[in-house]
């Protein structure tokens, strides 16, 4: 099982990034939670990881603390949850709004992340009521840093993430386009947490 990496970044397209650990580059797909503390290109990361193996692949989940991958694996344990499902839900929100959203009762929150309906929302609620603190615990460790783009390459980007975190192509664009107009010198990360931010409500 690997259970940390630690290298250099050599690529990050939301959902994925590239980490070479002494020589061996590691794909491995992160929330965006994750990608908002990530260093710049070619400098030092460190991601705690998860392997999840399964008939048709192996994919590894890369996460910036400890904590959000306890909560990654927390969520795939809840019936009907996936990886997919549980990185889009720690890319909608952090550790910390996640547990407010369980002990509140807070169901409306959840089934605004993709994929997640209001039963599967209700069993979340339910599951994780007794196996997460009120309290995520958050604490960073990467030191965040935002990739010089130009303003259309940040759209692009962002875009991109967020339809591979499930949304349509087209609310997509009209989120970015929204976030964009109101804050042109946005970097493709702060689109998306802003995009996301005002879907959360």
């Known amino acids: 099982m690997i259970g940390r990496l630690h290298g250099t970044l050599l690529e990050k397209q939301a959902p994925f990034l590239l980490l070479d650990v002494g020589g061996v ?29 399964s008939e048709t692949a192996q994919q590894l989940f890369g996460f910036a603390k400890r904590s959000d991958r306890d909560l990654f694996r927390t969520l795939i344990k809840v019936n009907g949850v996936g990886p997919k499902m549980a990185v889009a839900i720690l890319s909608g929100m ?77 609310e997509a664009t009209r989120m970015v386009a929204a976030q964009s107009k109101a804050n042109p010198a946005a970097s493709a990360q702060e689109l998306i947490r802003l995009a996301l931010r005002k879907i959360a409500g």
């Not at 992160?30 to 260093?39: D, E, G, K, R």
């Not at 952090?94 to 959840?110: E, G, Q, T």
């Open 25 to 53: 580059g590691y794909e491995v797909q992160a929330p965006m939670t994750t990608f908002y503390h990530l260093p710049e290109l070619n400098q030092t990361a460190t991601l705690y990881t998860h392997l999840a193996v």
């Open 94 to 170: 952090d550790a910390d709004d996640v547990a407010r959203c369980v002990h509140d009762d807070n169901v409306s929150a959840l089934v605004k992340v993709p994929g997640v309906g209001k039963k599967t929302a209700e069993r979340l609620v339910i599951e994780l009521r007794d196996k997460i603190s009120p309290s995520g615990g958050r604490a960073d460790l990467l030191n965040p840093a935002a990739a010089a783009l130009t303003p259309s390459d940040a759209g692009e980007e962002a875009e991109s993430a967020l339809i591979a975190l499930g949304y349509k192509p087209a």
